[in-house]
Structure formats: C-alpha cells, structure tokens
C-alpha cells in the first residue's frame, strides 16, 4: 500500500513539473519572439550606423590631418572608435543568438554585456587621450585652418546624428544596453563634432587657438560621464545585481499576499542581458494548501507586476521546507 501511494505521489510530481513547465514554454514563446525581433531590428540599425560612421572616419582624419586640428583628429579618434564598438555589438549580437550549450546553459546572451562593457572602458580611454593631447597644446596652441575645421566637423555631425537617429528609431536603445553603449559613442561623437564647429568659429573670428584644446576638454568631461553610467551598469549586471525597475521588498510582499504563503525566502532577481530578467525563490506554505495553485499565482504575479517570464519557485511545506542558503 505503501508503494502504491509513492507511486501516485511521484506521477503526481511529474505531473506538477509538467504543467509548470507548460505554462514556462507558452509564455516564453511569445517573450522569445519579441525578443528577437528586437534584435533583428538593432543588428540592422548597427549595420546602417557602421556604413555611415566608415565612411566619415576616412573624412575626418584626412581632414584634421590637413588642418592640424586637435578637435578634429580627436573627433576621428573617436570615431574610429566608434567603428569599433559598432563592430564589437553587432558580432555580440551574432553570438548571442546561438543556442545554448551543456556548458553554457544560458548561451552567450552575455557577450552583449561584455561588449558594452567593454566599449564604456574605450570611452574612458578616449577621454584620457584627448585631456592628455588637450593639456600639452593649451600652453603652446598651434595654428589651425579653422574654417575648413568647421566644414568637415559639419560633415561629422551630419553623419553621426543621422546614425544616431537611425539607431534610435530603429533599435532599443532604452532597453538593450549593449546597443546603448554604441549609441553612446555615437552620440559623443556628434557632441565632438559640435565642439569642433565652435572651436573652429573661434579661431576664424578672434583668433583664439587655445578655444581648440579648451573645448575638447569640456567634450571629453562630457563623455566622461556617458561612458560612466554604461560602465557602472554593465558592471552591476555582471555582478548579478538587482535590475533597477525591481524592487526587492516590494516582491516579498506580492507573494506573502498569495492565500496559504508565510514566508519567502532564497529570493533572487538579476539580469541575463538586456531584457531578460530572471528570479528565483522558496515558498514556505501551508500544509493544507494546493501546491499547483500557489506555484501558479505566484509565476502569474511576478509576471504582471515585475515583467519577469522566467521564474523558477520552489514551493515547501512543513515536512519538505528546504534549508536557506548563504545567499
């Protein structure tokens, strides 16, 4: 009799983990679809945004090398820049839809983040270079053919907003920080395209050569900051931190208002890569509730209230409650 009621307990489980799993794969078709639809659409906005910022690199050092440009050749050193991060998020775009593997379960969604990370740290290095440069000329500021200066940095800007706009209407950039890091250098490129326009007015109405490394300083302060908060970001997701639009208290309080749950624990929420958020947790509930009900409502609350479709939650009564771990 025994046997018979171990027997019925365990299809019984089968059964559980069978609809649970259901219930994943219906809600995360959908959520994959749309997903890589997004993608599609940001590969071929990066596409577009390299062809563009290409061909403007060669403008820009043929011309700061002819004007003898501070302003200008940094501007075709960031650019070059960008060229680069560009190539870098379209090849992470590429391997992230590869299919994951016994010993890389989630794929290689990550490389998106490693790729982002990895063009903030480039901004840094930029911006260092151009104080550097900047700081030598201020005290001995060179002559420069101002006007041609302005006529390509409006070249330059033409062409990074154009990339910029193309990304931005085309990609997610707001969601996707991957595509976000190239859109920051893209967008610091326009803003040094800008201070080389003002800094060749300078020179071609007063005189003032000095406006061409103080300027750049200021550029370069500016993308500073950008390169900042793509870095701290990227950083924060690799460290399996909290997504910002989470928060903590506020879930534990969504699923302890579930009937039948007293307590939660072993809770933890982080980001895959862009837009994929995932949590787990330990249910304590009580023993005289359906389990199935409780599973279900949870995954149904944290999908409404947080957007998170993959969830995996543990539910416990009295006689199987797991210990908490360290984390």
């Not at 991957?178 to 859109?183: E, I, K, P, T």
């Not at 304590?284 to 995996?312: G, P, S």
């Amino acid at each position: 009799m025994q046997n018979d009621n171990h027997e019925i307990e365990n299809r019984s489980h089968d059964h559980d983990h069978m609809h649970e799993h259901v219930h994943e794969h219906q809600h995360g078709h959908s959520h994959h679809h749309g997903h890589a639809h997004h993608r599609s659409m940001n590969q071929k906005s990066l596409r577009i945004a390299l062809g563009i910022t290409s061909f403007i690199l060669i403008v820009e050092v043929i011309g700061g090398w002819l004007t003898n440009s501070l302003a200008l050749l940094s501007d075709a050193g960031h650019m070059f820049s960008d060229a680069g991060s560009l190539a870098l998020s379209l090849v992470a775009f590429r391997l992230a839809t590869r299919p994951p593997s016994p010993d890389k379960t989630y794929g290689l969604y990550r490389f998106e983040i490693l790729a982002a990370l990895f063009n903030g740290a480039t901004l840094f290095l930029i911006t260092g270079i151009i104080i550097w440069e900047a700081w030598k000329r201020l005290f001995a500021p060179p002559e420069v053919a101002g006007g041609m200066m302005m006529v390509i940095a409006a070249i330059g800007l033409v062409a990074n907003l154009l990339s910029a706009t193309v990304m931005h209407r085309m990609g997610d950039v707001k969601e996707n920080v991957n595509l976000r890091g190239a859109y920051l250098h893209v967008l610091s490129d326009a803003l040094g395209s800008v201070g080389a326009i003002l800094a060749g007015l300078a020179i071609m109405l007063f005189q003032w050569y000095w406006a061409d490394p103080i300027i750049s300083i200021v550029v370069a302060v500016l993308i500073f900051r950008s390169a900042w908060g793509l870095v701290y970001e990227t950083v924060h997701i690799l460290l399996e931190g909290t997504p910002s639009s989470i928060e903590m208290e506020q879930v534990v309080q969504l699923l302890l208002a579930i009937p039948g749950v007293h307590n939660v624990h072993d809770l933890h929420c982080w980001t895959i890569t862009s837009g994929m958020d995932s949590l787990s947790c330990h249910l304590l509930v009580d023993d005289d509730v359906d389990e199935q009900v409780v599973l279900q409502e949870a995954i149904h609350r944290i999908e409404e209230h947080c957007k998170i479709q993959h969830t995996t939650i543990q539910v416990e009564k009295s006689h199987l409650q797991h210990a908490e771990t360290e984390f």
